[in-house]
Nanobody, 120 residues
Framework: QVELVESGGGLVESGGTLRLSCAAN????????MGWYRQRPGKGRELVAT???????TYAESVRGKFVVSGDSAKNMLYLQINNLSPEDTALYYC??????????????WGQGTQVTVSS
C-alpha cells in the first residue's frame, strides 16, 4: 500500500515553469507504474505521463515535448515538470500508482491532487 501526496501547484503566468512533486509513503515507487493525470475544468481525468523505475517514460501526445516526468526511488518521489505553461494547462494534477501483476492492475492509488492555474 502506498500513500501519495502531491505538492508544487499554484498560480503562474503563461510561459512559466512549474515542477510538481509527489511524495510516496509506505511502499517504494520502484514497484509501481507511476503516473501523472490531470483534470481540466469541465473535462474528465486524463493521463499525461507515466514513469517506471529503470524504464522509459511515456507521454500523452498533447504534452510531449512540454512535460517531463522523472522519479527518484531513493527519495521515493515522483516529479512532473511543466514547461511553457499555457492557460490550457490549468487543471488539478494527480499522482497515481498502479501495482501490476502479469499486466493486470491489482491495486491502484491516488493522491489528493495539486491545483495548477495559469493566467494569460
Amino acid at each position: 500500500q502506498v500513500e501519495l501526496v502531491e505538492s508544487g501547484g499554484g498560480l503562474v503566468e503563461s510561459g512559466g515553469t512549474l515542477r510538481l512533486s509527489c511524495a510516496a509513503n509506505g511502499s517504494n515507487i520502484s514497484i509501481y507504474t507511476m503516473g501523472w493525470y490531470r483534470q481540466r475544468p469541465g473535462k474528465g481525468r486524463e493521463l499525461v505521463a507515466t514513469f517506471r523505475d529503470r524504464g522509459w517514460p511515456t507521454y500523452a501526445e498533447s504534452v510531449r515535448g512540454k512535460f517531463v516526468v522523472s522519479g527518484d526511488s531513493a527519495k521515493n518521489m515522483l516529479y512532473l515538470q511543466i514547461n511553457n505553461l499555457s492557460p490550457e494547462d490549468t487543471a488539478l494534477y494527480y499522482c497515481n500508482a498502479k501495482f501490476l501483476v502479469l499486466g493486470t492492475v491489482r491495486n491502484e492509488y491516488w493522491g489528493q491532487g495539486t491545483q495548477v492555474t495559469v493566467s494569460s
